[in-house]
């Protein structure tokens, strides 16, 4: 069985699975906590999946697959329907990019009047058997929605999409996997060649982003405050000795229930020992802002700038919807939390996480809203694309948004790494065997897009804490033209974009 509706104004169609339903996991439930880089002796094959999915012989996992095991480490199981019983069992769809979702009772929908005192938002969706779960604040008359009729998800998604009178759009809310862009391999390579100019610190060579020449002007702190960088990902640790005095603020999106999808936010608080503990995203923070001069580890590109760490799916399965709450957030903390003491939102924003195949209108719309953030300055937004050199980047729903600046990875040589290619590409960065803080005291090896796009986030705190009087797209143009440009010394190049970032030449007056 098919089900075709509208999904951010285009006309999808998802199989619904007729042989499983899946069961969301028990409140008692403890995922597994995730070193990282993996190691090969615990999860050999492909991006850190067991053996059975490596690509030996040709055979490449169906993404499905992969989903399943993402969710099965989480908890959620999956049987046959005739096997549920009186269980919480869950619809499972399989989208036209072989994602694997899972139902939840909810949907976002935005509706084409403003509400008034005699005709409030809650009247009106009662009518459609629909109560308000959040009301969004990133674009007008937006809201997060349960529903309580009797209706299933998809009826009811598909009558409210006929109503164009009364709502702009209406879309399903499904779990999905969310997962970061990496490449993990044994961390034996102990040098940061990506901080390194055509010489990399140990003098054998590599074409890095020459981070030492530009920090004899700014590590990243301007004249009245330091530059702020929200991370977003799964989870970091947070008390990190190469972190430490960098975190400003942040927190996690706790789920509400197992499998409910939808989300608390949990603002971080000095000594909270529950903050969603992933290695992924500690790497991703110190590639932006580790400390440098401090005596250990390495030194992130800017490291003296702010950081905002942000967990928005710390199983890897999550939902759209919070992660434009956690970009809504990253842009206007009070908006989410408004007891909280971080009243500035950051400066840019770095996510290096991957989504399903299809974009949801409400998460294009916290996107697009980072373009008014700042005070109307605009928040740059930097993106990994895949590390799949058969992708192209049109076909990635996020990276290709006009509003984002998606980041590849290069080598040591300055070639690109084998990442997502296409027009749309606005640089590479170094990604390949890069050096940064681990789980544990020692720093590690990794490769992968993941790393690359911080490294890019890191190069825009130094120009904006040189200039912080900059538009959004100042900054993104600057970085376009002082790149290291090849192979021709035009831009957009479908593997280089506009060529290898150069952080020394963007701040150098």
């Given at each position: ?87 919480d069992a869950r619809q ?19 509706l084409v009047q403003q ?105 990243g702190s301007g004249r ?286």
């Amino acid at each position: 069985m098919k089900w075709t509706f509208k999904l951010n104004g285009k006309q999808v169609t998802w199989e619904i699975a007729d042989n499983v339903v899946a069961i969301p996991p028990s409140p008692d439930f403890k995922r597994p906590k995730l070193e990282f880089p993996l190691r090969p002796s615990k999860r050999e094959g492909n991006n850190g999946y067991p053996q059975k999915h490596s690509n030996h012989n040709g055979y490449k996992p169906k993404r499905s697959d992969l989903d399943r095991e993402i969710y099965e480490r989480a908890g959620w199981q999956f049987v046959d329907p005739a096997q549920a019983g009186t269980a919480d069992a869950r619809q499972v769809f399989l989208t036209e990019g072989d994602d694997l979702l899972i139902e939840t009772k909810l949907a976002t929908v935005q509706l084409v009047q403003q509400p008034s005192k005699q005709v409030t938002p809650e009247n009106i969706l009662a009518e459609d058997g629909l109560e308000i779960v959040q009301h969004l604040g990133f674009a007008p008359n937006l809201y997060s929605v349960r529903v309580v009729s009797q209706r299933s998800l998809r009826d009811t998604i598909d009558i409210l999409q006929k109503k164009t009178d009364r709502y702009v759009f209406a879309e399903p809310s499904m779990i999905q996997t969310i997962t970061g862009r990496f490449t993990p391999n044994d961390p034996d390579f102990r040098k940061q060649w990506q901080h390194a100019g055509e010489l990399a610190i140990d003098g054998t060579g590599g074409k890095g982003l020459n981070s030492k020449s530009a920090w004899n002007f700014t590590k990243g702190s301007g004249r009245d405050r330091p530059v702020r960088v929200a991370v977003i990902d799964n989870g970091m640790d947070i008390d990190h000795e190469e972190l430490y005095g960098a975190i400003i603020g942040g927190g996690y999106f706790n789920p509400t229930a197992p499998g409910s999808g939808t989300a608390d936010f949990v603002r971080i608080e000095s000594g909270m020992t529950d903050f969603p503990f992933d290695g992924h995203g500690t790497l991703c923070l110190g590639m932006v802002g580790a400390r440098g001069n401090n005596g250990m580890g390495g030194s992130g590109v800017a490291p003296e700038c702010a950081l905002i760490a942000l967990a928005c799916a710390n199983d890897q399965t999550g939902t759209q919807l919070t992660l434009a709450r956690a970009i809504q957030f990253a842009v206007a903390p009070l908006t989410v939390d408004p007891q909280g003491e971080l009243q500035t939102g950051a400066d840019i924003i770095s996510c290096s996480l991957r989504t399903a195949s299809f974009l949801e209108t409400t998460l294009q719309l916290a996107i697009d809203g980072a373009a008014l953030g700042r005070g109307g300055l605009g928040v740059p937004i930097f993106w990994a694309v895949s590390n799949n050199a058969d992708d192209q980047i049109s076909d990635d729903p996020v990276c290709s948004l006009a509003n984002v600046i998606a980041v590849a990875s290069s080598k040591a040589n300055g070639r690109p790494a084998g990442s997502a290619k296409g027009t749309k590409l606005e640089f590479i960065a170094p990604g390949d065997h890069v050096y940064g803080p681990g789980l544990g005291p020692q720093s590690v090896d990794v490769s992968g897009t993941s790393f690359a796009t911080p490294l890019a986030a890191g190069v825009a705190a130094l120009i904006l804490a040189q200039n912080p009087g900059w538009t959004g797209s100042e900054v993104r143009q600057r970085m376009r033209t002082t790149c290291d440009r090849q192979p021709n010394g035009s831009g957009p190049d479908p593997e280089y974009g506009y060529g290898r970032l150069n952080a020394y030449k963007a701040v150098r007056p």
